[in-house]
């Protein structure tokens, strides 16, 4: 049985369009991100299904209870389901210890437990207005947490974050799952984010639900350029060139290839490009390589190639997919 099902769900808003009907389940423990350009309905999504926006179609429910917006009750907000937006909104100027003693009833150790599992056990006698981003962004999810929720929200909740706090709350979500057993659902326009996170991916694009399948399918099976680009750089090879490189990955009239379904070598090993740049990304060089009807990019471990030289470029095994 799905904890949460969502059955048609859309929003008119002044007689324009915000979000097409759309369905999906989501089972418990199942991780599932909707992805997409901003604009495209994600938020809106998470909002409907916490009850705090109301949908002009369709029905949201949670554990079998149907979810009610803010038209129909006095208080925005569904038991059991908690929503931690980008921003914390936390009180200011009180202590830490004070805005979570206010959230919650439950015993100490339990409470102590939901500190130590958000790593701010330590934040105890701080006040809000002196913790970074990330340490209010914890704070913040750690006092919906002292509720008890079945369903976790989290509305874009890394993207103000710097590298090494997004890194931490990262690691405190994946604790909530599998500690908690609370069931997350992400928004986020962060390939980072998602891919290696989630279990299905939701792609929307202008209030539309364009595509929904595991992470590696959505990224090597994209069903157009816009999710494909979603989720990293890509190439497409047309014509002669996708000939040449002899792919059989379909017919559609182009072929997509990700940087590292290149292989490339020395001239004379496959279809002969002309190396255009060469850019240094840390674990990993890129290649802008010239073909002879198309201009790809492709990945190298190492410093091997310069601009002007000429390498043979092929296609890895089972490599690229032709755009429907």
Not at 296 to 311: E, K, L, Q, S, Y
């Amino acid at each position: 049985m799905s904890l949460l099902t969502v059955t048609g769900i859309g929003l008119a808003e002044h007689g324009t369009t915000v979000l097409h009907p759309l369905s999906f389940a989501q089972g418990q423990g199942q991780k599932v991100a909707l992805a997409g350009e901003s604009g495209a309905g994600k938020s809106t999504v998470l909002q409907i299904i916490a009850g705090l926006v109301q949908p002009s179609a369709g029905e949201v429910r949670v554990a079998g209870t149907r979810v009610r917006g803010p038209a129909e009750v006095l208080v925005a907000g569904h038991p059991g389901v908690a929503y931690l937006s980008q921003r914390s909104e936390l009180p200011q100027h009180l202590r830490v210890e004070q805005v979570l003693r206010y959230a919650h009833q439950r015993p100490a150790a339990e409470a102590q437990a939901v500190y130590a599992l958000c790593r701010i056990d330590h934040l105890g006698a701080r006040r809000t207005d002196q913790l970074s981003g990330g340490e209010q962004q914890r704070v913040a999810l750690a006092r919906l947490l002292l509720g008890g929720p079945r369903l976790l929200l989290l509305d874009e909740p890394y993207s103000n974050l710097d590298r090494g706090h997004k890194r931490v709350l990262q690691a405190v979500v994946e604790d909530i799952g599998a500690r908690l057993g609370i069931t997350c659902l992400l928004v986020s326009h962060d390939a980072t984010d998602t891919l290696p996170w989630a279990d299905e991916i939701l792609v929307l694009r202008g209030g539309r639900l364009v595509q929904q399948g595991p992470p590696e399918r959505i990224y090597r099976q994209p069903v157009d350029e816009y999710t494909a680009g979603l989720f990293g750089d890509y190439s497409l090879v047309r014509g002669a060139d996708r000939r040449a490189l002899g792919a059989t990955a379909g017919a559609g009239p182009a072929l997509l290839v990700r940087p590292e379904e290149f292989a490339v070598g020395p001239a004379g090993g496959g279809l002969a490009g002309t190396v255009r740049a060469v850019r240094f990304l840390g674990g990993y060089y890129e290649l802008e390589i010239a073909l002879p009807q198309s201009t790809v990019r492709a990945r190298a471990a190492a410093a091997a190639f310069a601009p002007g030289d000429i390498v043979g470029v092929a296609l890895a095994a089972g490599a690229g997919w032709a755009l429907p």
